[in-house]
């Protein structure tokens, strides 16, 4: 094949050959290339020796995560591959909800956090120090540049806000969570009846 520029082109290694023979290019566009030898018609030698590109091992012109450093063209392009931008995403959102849940247990009157479990708690809860020291690890650590389940910090809401649940046995909060929506009258017991009239044209 013609080479009409030397642009046309791209050095992606350099190989050195110390034993005369034949050998197998092999391509893997997540692992890079590879070359093999052949021991004979039959068969080949299991064993790789891989050839860096560009420190990434891309046979292609990629576009490196800017955080690990994989490739991250097969993710559609984006500056981060999709373990490491699930943590930035995860990152971005829970920093500033960690500081207002960390801001209402500074002064904590009126606050209030109601757990998946329909629990109200008080925001300075020991029970949920577990899942605050959690987060705190987490973004303490950094990027893992992997996919894994990161934890949420609890969200402070006024009294206001609780639609139900129950008092934790654990802080006792000085709240009394309404009653869930039942449709009856709290004062008779009696489930009300709407009357529909009918109107005469």
């Given amino acids: 094949m013609p080479v009409r520029r030397n642009d046309d082109w791209r050095v992606i290694g350099v190989i050195d050959v110390t034993e005369p023979g034949r050998y197998e290019v092999l391509v893997n566009n997540t692992s890079g290339t590879a070359i093999r030898p052949i021991l004979d018609e039959s068969g080949v030698e299991d064993v790789l020796v891989t050839i860096d590109v560009d420190g990434t091992q891309i046979l292609h012109t990629c576009v490196p995560c800017?955080?690990?450093g994989t490739c991250a063209c097969r993710d559609g392009g984006f500056e981060?591959?999709?373990?490491?931008?699930a943590y930035s995403t995860w990152a971005q959102r829970t920093e500033p909800n960690l500081e207002r849940?960390?801001?209402?247990?500074?002064?904590?009157?009126?606050?209030?956090?109601v757990t998946g479990s329909n629990i109200v708690h008080a925001v300075g809860c020991s029970s949920l120090t577990g899942t605050v020291n959690s987060v705190?690890?987490?973004l303490d650590d950094g990027c893992q540049h992997r996919y894994g389940h990161e934890?949420?910090?609890?969200?402070?809401v006024r009294a206001d806000a609780v639609r139900g649940g129950r008092r934790c046995r654990v802080?006792?909060?000085?709240?009394?969570p309404p009653a869930q929506g039942t449709g009856r009258d709290t004062t008779t017991g009696i489930i009300p009846t709407t009357t529909i009239q009918n109107s005469t044209p």
């Fill in 136 to 138: 705190i690890r987490v």
């Fill in 66 to 68: 800017t955080c690990c």
């Fill in 101 to 113: 849940f960390q801001a209402a247990c500074a002064d904590p009157e009126g606050w209030f956090v």
């Fill in 151 to 156: 934890p949420h910090p609890p969200t402070p």
């Fill in 171 to 176: 802080c006792s909060p000085d709240i009394t």
């Fill in 80 to 85: 981060l591959c999709a373990g490491c931008r």
